[in-house]
């Protein structure tokens, strides 16, 4: 199936690994010209040298604070720069620390909220000028948005902010022709899923590898999902194959959610 994203302006935030790297990954694959951007300006470029090469894609790589305003705006400014437009964006950061409710600080509500919240709101609004030609904008978001998950209320408040964000902009920017979208991802093998294993090993008392193989056990496809298997999820709903999809809400979970 041809998405229709070849020459295609592709911005994918936090892309120097993990899930961002994944939908990086899938985008460049299909043709598109893939902006990436993470906090440490070596890793970055490294990835996108990467991509590149694997690919045969055009790819650029930037050091940009997602919790920084400037930052942002210069990331974008760097693509319309190189490439004169975007056709798409992928909303994503480094997830807000596990804890639980008791333990968190003002500190730390307030950096989940720029990190998470703020950081969507300043990408969205840094590239609606310069999609003219009707664009898709998706959002990495959490299952615990629509199921808690212990430990990780930051995340839940947080990111269901942003769900809502989403579903209020697919009505307002339809008129523009630009589609909204949320991507759920269920435990997928990434940095960020050992990092929550311990933390949760540690609070339970028990070892990584059981919390792993209880959480595996809740799988009805039985297994991590991978980073590419979620890449190429993103890759359909931001691409113009998904033109009547906006305001919805993908899981790319293995059928862990039960509910209907």
């Given at each position: 199936m041809d998405l229709g994203l070849k020459n295609k302006v592709a911005l994918v935030a936090a892309s120097s690994k993990g899930l961002g790297y994944g939908v990086a990954k899938a985008l460049a694959t299909e043709g598109a010209k893939v902006s990436m951007c993470s906090r440490n300006a070596l890793e970055i470029t490294e990835a996108a040298t990467k991509l590149a090469q694997d690919t045969g894609a055009?790819?650029?790589?930037?050091?940009?604070?997602?919790?920084?305003?400037?930052?942002?705006?210069?990331?974008?400014?760097?693509?319309?720069?190189?490439?004169?437009?975007?056709?798409?964006?992928?909303?994503?950061?480094?997830?807000?620390?596990?804890?639980?409710?008791?333990?968190?600080?003002?500190?730390?509500?307030?950096?989940?909220?720029?990190?998470?919240?703020?950081?969507?709101?300043?990408?969205?609004?840094?590239?609606?000028?310069?999609?003219?030609?009707?664009?898709?904008?998706?959002?990495?978001?959490?299952?615990?948005?629509?199921?808690?998950?212990?430990?990780?209320?930051?995340?839940?408040?947080?990111?269901?902010?942003?769900?809502?964000?989403?579903?209020?902009?697919?009505?307002?920017?339809?008129?523009?022709?630009?589609?909204?979208?949320?991507?759920?991802?269920?435990r997928i093998e990434t940095e960020r899923i050992g990092q929550l294993d311990a933390a949760a090993a540690k609070r339970r008392n028990l070892s990584v590898e059981d919390v792993r193989a209880q959480s595996i056990a809740k799988i009805p496809l039985g297994r991590l999902g991978t980073p590419d298997e979620f890449g190429a999820a993103a890759a359909f709903l931001l691409s113009p194959a998904a033109s009547y999809i906006t305001g919805a809400t993908l899981r790319v979970d293995g059928g862990s959610l039960r509910s209907v």
């Open positions: 055009e790819t650029l790589g930037t050091a940009c604070d997602l919790t920084n305003a400037d930052s942002i705006n210069a990331w974008v400014d760097q693509t319309v720069t190189r490439w004169g437009t975007i056709d798409a964006l992928l909303v994503n950061a480094g997830g807000p620390p596990s804890g639980m409710f008791k333990d968190l600080s003002d500190a730390q509500w307030q950096a989940a909220f720029e990190l998470t919240l703020l950081s969507s709101v300043r990408m969205i609004r840094a590239v609606m000028p310069h999609m003219v030609n009707g664009s898709a904008i998706l959002t990495v978001t959490s299952g615990s948005v629509q199921e808690p998950i212990e430990g990780l209320i930051l995340s839940s408040v947080m990111r269901s902010g942003v769900a809502s964000l989403v579903k209020s902009l697919a009505d307002e920017l339809a008129g523009s022709k630009i589609r909204l979208n949320n991507l759920i991802p269920g």
